[in-house]
């Protein structure tokens, strides 16, 4: 891919580390020439130190050619950026939208929106205080998630089959991770202990999820 990445600070740089190790083709679009130097000497990848809210300075970086753009800065130049180059054609428009109420007018340019990433630390942060037993999770709107689970070597669940565990409504087992494979559950399929099973469930139910699989034989 051919990205544009409009920031050199800490979420640009994570991204276009990323992106490289993809070995995509990387333009990062900065103004400030210090940030730009020091970016330049961690990675290999195009630097223009211009201001991205100017129509030219997405042509040098040839926007017509882009499979996305991912703006990183504050909310009114990556809102002032998207517009432009969305009338230029990018049609896969990314952006860091750091205030909830500027939410409306970047979806409204067709933007796929992330949170203050701030904000978004905190919550990933708290939940693990509050559910240390999850390793990783992901908000379906606010009215699911997505987690993982690795289950305990003294759960009573060990050793069951799935057709036998008594789930609680509008939670399931979606997929279990084992000695680096990958199963696709089946109601025959046997849990093991050190299993992560990734969990589907709604959020009023997401506490009794947690309390089944560590409940202790």
């Given amino acids: 891919m051919y990205i544009v990445i409009v920031g050199a600070g800490g979420i640009g740089q994570k991204l276009t580390d990323i992106a490289l190790k993809n070995k995509d083709d990387v333009v990062v679009i900065e103004k400030d020439k210090e940030k730009c130097e020091e970016f330049s000497k961690k990675y290999d990848a195009v630097v223009i130190n211009a201001d991205a809210t100017v129509k030219e300075t997405l042509e040098s970086a040839e926007i017509d050619k882009a499979d996305a753009l991912v703006t990183t800065a504050d909310d009114a130049t990556?809102?002032?950026?998207i517009s432009i180059a969305k009338n230029m054609g990018v049609k896969s428009l990314v952006s860091v939208v750091n205030n909830e109420e500027s939410k409306p007018m970047f979806l409204e340019k067709g933007a796929n929106i992330v949170g203050n990433p701030n904000a978004l630390m905190a919550e990933y942060i708290y939940r693990a205080v509050?559910?240390?037993?999850?390793?990783d999770f992901m908000s379906l709107g606010?009215?699911?998630e997505i987690f993982k689970i690795v289950l305990p070597d003294d759960s009573k669940l060990v050793g069951k089959k799935l057709k036998d565990i008594d789930l609680p409504k509008r939670v399931s087992i979606i997929a279990i991770e084992r000695n680096s494979d990958i199963i696709i559950p089946i109601?025959?399929?046997?849990?093991a202990a050190g299993d992560t099973v990734t969990v589907l469930a709604r959020e009023d139910k997401i506490d009794k999820a947690v309390e089944l699989f560590a409940k202790k034989k």
């Fill in 142 to 144: 606010g009215h699911a």
């Fill in 78 to 81: 990556n809102l002032l950026v």
């Fill in 187 to 191: 109601p025959e399929t046997t849990l």
């Fill in 130 to 135: 509050k559910r240390p037993l999850i390793k």
